[in-house]
């Protein structure tokens, strides 16, 4: 089983332009959710998506969108970046729509000039 | 709003001794809490989980304890080893709106041969 497994690995980006991360879930996982990790901060929920929906949205800005397709795999998109949206980005996987513990994947390290 | 607090941002034990890891959380309503460990460069790893029915829950050399009366979770490592080294995450979640995780900022366990 390979595990979640997120792409790119590490990202530079400058300001303004606009990103694209993906993400794949543990096999049998039916659940995506993002979350953002600051530089010595805890993750912090972006959003969630389930049966290609997003269902669950934290405190972030309509820059940050998402998209989850058949095969459960996810996108995370973000659009004008900032500086302050340089960040570890981690995407969870976990199955029966949620409700069981969340596996997460290495990240992505996005940097913006 | 919604928060989870460590009260120690740094604990440092000896090898072999074991590790009490505390966590205080806010919201009432939460149903679920789950400890992760983060070593430099990865994703948060899952460690345990347990619901608000239980009061213990017991796993491979670690136990998870939840006081909802205080409001407070801890995570006890047996016989710590230098492997155990890293950061560790509470976090917290209302099942009912499909596990969407509020994470504290963290407590660094060093553990010293």
Known sequence: DAGVTQSPTHLIK?????????????SGHDTVSWYQQALGQGPQFIFQYYEEEERQRGNFPDRFSGHQFPNYSSELNVNALLLGDSALYLCASSSDRGRKPQFFGPGTRLTVL | GESVGLHLPTLSVQEGDNSIIN????????????WYKQESGKGPQFIIDIRSNMDKRQGQRVTVLLNKTVKHLSLQ???????????YFCAEAYMEYGNKLVFGAGTILRVKS
Do not use: M, W
């Not at chain 2, 966590?23 to 789950?34: E, G, L, V």
């Open chain 2, 23 to 34: 966590c205080a959380y806010s919201n009432s309503a939460s149903d679920y809490f789950i």
């Open chain 1, 14 to 26: 400058t300001r303004g332009q606009q990103v694209t991360l993906r993400c794949s879930p543990k």
């Open chain 2, 77 to 87: 490592i047996a016989a710590t080893q230098p492997g155990d080294s890293a950061v």
